[in-house]
DNA sequence: AATATGATTATGTATAGACATATTCAGAAC
DNA sequence: GTTCTGAATATGTCTATACATAATCATATT
């Protein structure tokens, strides 16, 4: 028992050994301190690091209790296609489709190729008057999905996963037969002073989306 | 400024406003202490959990410097179905199909209602030699997703979403057409011991995954 | 009984000081 | 030039102490 890692780990094993149970108190920080023979602030370091975690609930004075639920999160980094190509061992490449504008918004759609083959389509909405820099952004040399991630520092965000059957333009420009079940992934990110860009993806077939837990 | 929370807002606003330029050093601990007026191991607090969260590189004697692509990661909480169906307001149910045992493997089929209608296919495999009392369980009462949540932690697992369309098996039990598009979800989680349970959920039609970044 | 008040308690956080540890850098030895 | 060695430095962490803050409990007041 050392550093405060080690009573971290020390007190996950309780937890997840049910020596802890969940809903219960756990001994104080003081009375743990004593245990394990190290100052306050280091047991408090560890149970913050469990609590935010969410394996721990804390609270002044009422102590601390193993979560009821130990709410475990997923996690995936947020898609930047050409990482996630190279990644597989493919070479990136992307081709722009086209670029309009309509007031505030720049719309553009985008092919992302991976060794030369299709592997996802990408429409989406830029909001100039946030990011007034992409006016002078030549999409067709870098994906606007790399460009933004690099220059439109966001807060906050959703994504949304979802299936659907490709229509007749994603079936042309993914090659594959009307029908085929796709991934569509639909992001929104946006900065203190409100939305950045919205985008519309959708994979080639056989995409799949993994976390870790 | 009080709280190292402040701090650490205060440090992500400069990298978030290019302020501390990606891949730029920002000033050492004692530096931003004095400018602060704090103490170092307030400050250290601050930026270790910007650390944590991907915005900072730390690393001795070397400094500490802004993450090239300050990878944002994604968080979604690892589903429960119950909680799922009764967070959308909608009363929770679910009907187990069948259960099999091929040596170690218990192998069940069950379907999750959600206000009577079919919400998701559920197709599992549980290792007995890892969870012995599962063996006991009556899964028609409690469903096995919720189960092994509550009673078999586990350290680690992979979830992985992909876009499917619907068999014969799926179209009778979600009742929709052959052909449909879902969502397909397979999970494996392990133990330190090894895999625990592996899940192949097939949701209904219109299922999305939404996750929060 | 209902409500207000104050004491108690567990966590939250800051501080100064100390030492540990990893890494870099400069200079010495070959 | 290359390799080794030790000094310098930034972060990592622990300690003891102190006070802040929130929640609870017991008591006194209405």
Known sequence: MQGWQDLQAEALRRIQSREWPPGGLIPNEAALAEEWGCARATVNRALQALAEDGWLERRRRAGTRVALSPQRRAQMAVP????????????????????????????LHCLHLADHRPYAL????????????????????????????????????????????????????????????????????????????????????????????
Chains 1, 2 share one sequence.
């Open 80 to 107: 930047v296609l050409r990482q996630e190509v190279e990644a597989l061992g493919l070479t990136y490449d992307h081709r722009l489709l086209n670029v309009s504008r309509k007031g505030q918004t720049l719309l």
């Open 122 to 213: 990408e429409d989406r909405e830029i909001d100039l008057a946030r990011v007034p820099a992409a006016a002078q952004v030549d999409f067709a040399t870098i994906s606007a999905n790399e460009w933004l991630v690099q220059n439109a520092p966001f807060d906050r965000g959703t994504m949304t996963y979802e299936a659907d059957v490709a229509g007749a333009f994603e079936a042309t420009y993914l090659r594959c037969p009307e029908g085929t079940p796709l991934m569509i992934l639909t992001r929104r990110t946006f900065s203190e002073e409100g939305p950045i860009t919205s985008v519309r993806m959708a994979y080639a077939p056989g995409h799949a989306v993994t976390m870790v837990i």
